[in-house]
Structure formats: structure tokens, C-alpha cells
């Protein structure tokens, strides 16, 4: 519940708020409980400060760990999510073809699983890489 507080927190623009909440619902979330909500609150952790005021080498590492964790857990909607916001470090390091393919991995297994509104997030989040990369995808 506090994940999806603070996504709502960060997308009114909120990002101190939506910090608070993501860190709180982290410690509640020790790894040795649940690593994959764990890895996923580190994720959007990871994501606002460094992703979003542009310094993606910042947010790489907690991505890159949370991607594991989860998919060691076989955690496949959080490993789908990390995805999405791996999307934004590999296109900001110009890594355009390796940011594609991790979209169409989560857009392939929410599909799979009947996710119509995450299908959609990554067709959007497909077409905002097409302009730094210089393509229309």
C-alpha cells in the first residue's frame, strides 16, 4: 500500500512525499521477508532523485540489484515493473536497442497475464524513447 501511495505521491509531482513513503514501505519490506517488494521500493527509490534529475549512472545499481532480486524470486510483475524504470537509465546512456528489449520483455508478460493498462505503459514508454534516440520506434 505504501508503494502505490507513493507512485501517487510522484506522479502529482510530489517526489519528497513520494520518497518518504517508498523508504518506509522499504523498511518494512526486509529483504529476508519479502526481497522483491524490497527491491522494488529500493527501485522507485532509486528512480526519482537520480532518473529524474537526470544523473541515470546514480539510479543503475539499485535497478540492476532490484532486477535480480526479483528475478531470483521468480517475482515476474516486479521484475516487468523494474523494467520500466531500467527503461530510462539504458536510453539516457544511449543504450536504445537494450532499453527496447526490456520493454517488450515486460510488455510480452503483462500481456501474458491479461495487464491491459501496463501493455499500454509500455507501448507509451516505448515511444518516449523513439525521440532520444532519434526514431519514431
Known amino acids: 500500500m505504501l508503494i502505490q501511495t507513493g507512485s501517487g505521491k510522484y506522479f502529482a509531482g510530489r517526489w519528497q512525499d513520494a520518497l518518504d513513503l517508498y523508504r518506509r514501505a522499504r523498511d518494512l519490506f526486509p529483504a529476508h521477508w519479502d526481497a522483491p517488494n524490497a527491491a522494488i521500493a529500493d527501485a522507485n527509490i532509486a528512480e526519482i532523485p537520480p532518473l529524474d534529475q537526470g544523473r541515470p549512472e546514480d539510479a543503475e545499481a539499485s535497478l540492476r540489484s532490484a532486477l535480480r532480486t526479483c528475478r531470483a524470486a521468480r ?48 507501448d507509451a514508454y516505448r515511444a518516449e524513447v523513439a525521440p532520444a534516440r532519434g526514431s519514431a520506434g
Not at 521484475?79 to 520493454?103: C, H, K, M, T, W
Open 75 to 122: 517475482a515476474l510483475n516486479d521484475v516487468a515493473f523494474a523494467n520500466f524504470a531500467s527503461r530510462r537509465v539504458l536510453a539516457r546512456q544511449g543504450n536504445y536497442e537494450q532499453a527496447y528489449a526490456v520493454l517488450d520483455e515486460a510488455r510480452a508478460h503483462f500481456a501474458s497475464q491479461g495487464a491491459r493498462t501496463e501493455v499500454v505503459d509500455a
